[in-house]
């Protein structure tokens, strides 16, 4: 088992920033990728950001270049930073796992960018 917690979400006006952490705990030496999603008011669920096994990142269009993925192995936590927010990314943003052949979602946080 793989238990997310996710946090650093609030509220910001346009144009701020926001980091966001997503701590693992349990199985955290069988995660293979880390996966950022959002889920605005009356919307599906979409894909933000993907940090893989590697290291390697990749982003939704909406997002590159203003949202940026790191890692802290010793804390086994992912955060994403979130610059230049727009109204737009208003949303719950949650962090899923792939570990041990399964998908592990926290409970996510919220986001709210006032214009």
């Known amino acids: 088992q793989v238990q997310l917690v996710e946090s650093g979400g609030g509220l910001v006006q346009a144009g701020g920033p926001l980091r966001l952490s997503c701590a693992a705990s349990?199985?955290?030496?069988?995660?293979?990728?880390i996966d950022w999603y959002r889920q605005a008011p009356e919307k599906q669920r979409e894909w933000v950001a993907r940090?893989?096994?590697?290291?390697?990142?990749r982003y939704a269009d909406s997002v590159k270049g203003r949202f940026t993925l790191s890692r802290d192995n010793s804390e086994n936590t992912v955060y994403l930073q979130m610059d230049s927010l727009k109204p737009e990314d208003t949303a719950v943003y949650y962090c899923?796992?792939?570990?041990?052949?399964?998908?592990?979602w926290g409970q996510g946080t919220q986001v709210t960018v006032s214009s």
């Open positions: 349990g199985n955290t030496f069988s995660i293979n990728t």
């Open positions: 940090l893989s096994d590697g290291g390697n990142t």
């Open positions: 899923r796992v792939l570990a041990l052949g399964r998908l592990f």
